[in-house]
Nanobody, 121 residues
Framework: QVQLAESGGGLVQAGGSLRLSCALSGRIFSINAMGWYRQAPGKQRDLVATITSGGSTNYADSVKGRFTISRDNANNTVYLQMNSLKPEDTAVYYC???????????????WGQGTQVTVSS
């Protein structure tokens, strides 16, 4: 069974920084991409950043220049470095992995349980 374990959320003042981590455990054939999404109260879940196995990245316009996504392929871990945080960045941040099943090679995806990020003004 594939599981994603997130860590690194918390409370920070505006202008501060946080680093989120997400580690994938379980037997898989390969990871295609990993990413971070966020959901504020009363709003839909939105993409924050993604990174492919080859290192290509994609960011939401609202976080470009402030957030950086990176990954450790050897340890199936993805990170999100968040700088210059703003109150509007407050949300639950979720990790997602798109991967291929070890036995069937079929594509699948899993979500983490989410980690709260709160930015005070």
């Amino acid at each position: 069974q594939v599981q994603l374990a997130e860590s690194g959320g918390g409370l920070v003042q505006a202008g501060g920084s946080l680093r989120l981590s997400c580690a994938l455990s379980g037997r898989i054939f390969s990871i295609n991409a990993m990413g971070w999404y966020r959901q504020a109260p009363g709003k839909q879940r939105d993409l924050v950043a993604t990174i492919t196995s080859g290192g290509s990245t994609n960011y939401a316009d609202s976080v470009k220049g402030r957030f950086t996504i990176s990954r450790d392929n050897a340890n199936n871990t993805v990170y999100l470095q968040m700088n210059s945080l703003k109150p509007e960045d407050t949300a639950v941040y979720y990790c997602k992995a798109n991967y291929r099943n070890m036995w069937t090679r079929s594509s699948s995806s899993s979500w983490g349980q989410g980690t709260q990020v709160t930015v005070s003004s």
